[in-house]
């Protein structure tokens, strides 16, 4: 097993770092599949962590170990059919999982989590753990919600769901075969921009994504006549909301279609709320990439209604980027 030591956040020298949380659950182990793949197209460790509460419920810390220690195994075990070569690290942490992902998001370059864990309601579309990740995490999150058809995997059935863009580029014939390409795939990743830092940023994550599995990038902006309420706004004839964002637009997408000129750039402007634009443009994507708060939204909210809608209804997992990476 790898350890954590020199496994930064990315930088100089350093080596990229996943960290996928695992409970056991099937949304878990889509998270975990997920991840698995990201961290070979990028040459990332994989860090699986679990994370048990012994105060939530009446059992034994040996039982409590066993537990953590038995889906560590089974995670393991699945990360390393998908990528036999990884590398993989894994933690055991007695306490909430929340904070625990918080923390080991601090030199993490990704975390990932599935929408909801063992613990969640059936009818809940985001998990509390999740939640608190996506607003807290230090570092960029995916959720991997359960968006595909269940299948026979290893024996088991489970639902496998969005993977990142680049793993239907493979084939799994058999466990520890070479793993081939399939030039028929056609992956494709959406980013909601808007100007805001935080997006921004989501589209420079999600064109070098892009750049390095091979995926088309659709690049959305939307506009809304703004809100009166009852008091008339003056709006010059000759204004064109449509044409004035493809001109901002294409002016926000000049530097990142230079630094990326192999990828296959679609720019859209459509006329709506950004929220379910971006979650209706999300299926059949393989990821949804947004800032954390755009604009217009408070100063202190850690996570935007955009980013939060999109996170509890996208069609596929969904990358959420802090302004502070």
Same mark, same amino acid.
């Given at each position: 097993?790898?350890?954590?030591?020199?496994?930064?956040?990315?930088?100089?020298?350093?080596? *990229?770092?996943?960290? /996928? +949380?695992?409970? #056991?659950? =099937?949304?878990?182990? @889509?998270?975990? &599949?997920?991840?698995? %793949?990201?961290?070979?197209?990028?040459?990332?460790?994989?860090?699986?962590?679990?994370?048990?509460?012994?105060?939530?419920?009446?059992?034994?810390?040996?039982?409590?170990?066993?537990?953590?220690?038995?889906?560590?195994?089974?995670?393991?075990?699945?990360?390393?059919?998908?990528?036999?070569?990884?590398?993989?690290?894994?933690?055991?942490?007695?306490?909430?999982?929340?904070?625990?992902?918080?923390?080991?998001?601090?030199?993490?370059?990704?975390?990932?989590?599935?929408?909801?864990?063992?613990?969640?309601?059936?009818?809940?579309?985001?998990?509390?753990?999740?939640?608190?990740?996506?607003?807290?995490?230090?570092? *960029?999150?995916?959720? /991997? +919600?359960?968006? #595909?058809? =269940?299948?026979?995997? @290893?024996?088991? &059935?489970?639902?496998? %769901?969005?993977?990142?863009?680049?793993?239907?580029?493979?084939?799994?014939?058999?466990?520890?075969?070479?793993?081939?390409?399939?030039?028929?795939?056609?992956?494709?990743?959406?980013?909601?921009?808007?100007?805001?830092?935080?997006?921004?940023?989501?589209?420079?994550?999600?064109?070098?994504?892009?750049?390095?599995?091979?995926?088309?990038?659709?690049?959305?902006?939307?506009?809304?006549?703004?809100?009166?309420?009852?008091?008339?706004?003056?709006?010059?004839?000759?204004?064109?909301?449509?044409?004035?964002?493809?001109?901002?637009?294409?002016?926000?997408?000049?530097?990142?279609?230079?630094?990326?000129?192999?990828?296959?750039?679609?720019?859209?402007?459509?006329? #709506?709320?950004?929220?379910?634009?971006?979650?209706?443009?999300?299926?059949?994507?393989?990821?949804?990439?947004?800032?954390?708060?755009?604009?217009?939204?408070?100063?202190?909210?850690?996570?935007?209604?955009?980013?939060?809608?999109?996170?509890?209804?996208?069609?596929?997992?969904?990358?959420?980027?802090?302004?502070?990476?």
């Amino acid at each position: 097993m790898a350890t954590k030591e020199g496994v930064r956040r990315a930088g100089a020298e350093s080596v *990229p770092r996943i960290v /996928v +949380g695992v409970d #056991g659950s =099937v949304g878990a182990m @889509a998270a975990l &599949e997920w991840a698995a %793949t990201q961290a070979q197209l990028t040459g990332a460790v994989l860090e699986i962590v679990t994370a048990f509460g012994r105060g939530s419920v009446m059992v034994s810390a040996k039982e409590v170990d066993r537990v953590m220690r038995k889906d560590i195994d089974e995670a393991t075990a699945q990360a390393k059919k998908i990528a036999p070569e990884l590398t993989i690290a894994s933690k055991t942490h007695a306490g909430p999982p929340a904070p625990v992902l918080i923390e080991e998001s601090e030199a993490a370059d990704l975390l990932v989590v599935g929408s909801r864990g063992r613990g969640g309601f059936t009818g809940l579309l985001l998990g509390s753990v999740s939640r608190t990740c996506v607003s807290s995490a230090r570092c *960029p999150v995916v959720i /991997v +919600g359960q968006h #595909g058809p =269940v299948v026979q995997t @290893a024996g088991t &059935e489970r639902s496998r %769901t969005g993977t990142p863009p680049g793993a239907r580029m493979f084939n799994f014939p058999r466990e520890g075969a070479a793993m081939t390409t399939n030039p028929e795939a056609d992956r494709r990743i959406v980013v909601g921009l808007d100007g805001s830092p935080s997006s921004i940023a989501a589209l420079e994550w999600a064109a070098s994504q892009a750049e390095a599995t091979g995926a088309g990038l659709e690049v959305l902006m939307t506009w809304e006549w703004p809100t009166s309420y009852g008091m008339t706004i003056a709006v010059p004839s000759e204004y064109d909301p449509t044409r004035e964002s493809e001109r901002f637009l294409g002016d926000l997408l000049k530097p990142v279609r230079e630094m990326h000129p192999s990828v296959s750039i679609e720019s859209t402007v459509v006329e #709506g709320h950004p929220a379910p634009v971006l979650v209706e443009a999300s299926h059949g994507a393989d990821l949804l990439v947004v800032g954390s708060r755009g604009h217009g939204e408070f100063a202190g909210m850690l996570l935007g209604s955009v980013s939060e809608h999109c996170v509890t209804n996208a069609h596929c997992p969904v990358l959420v980027m802090r302004d502070r990476m």
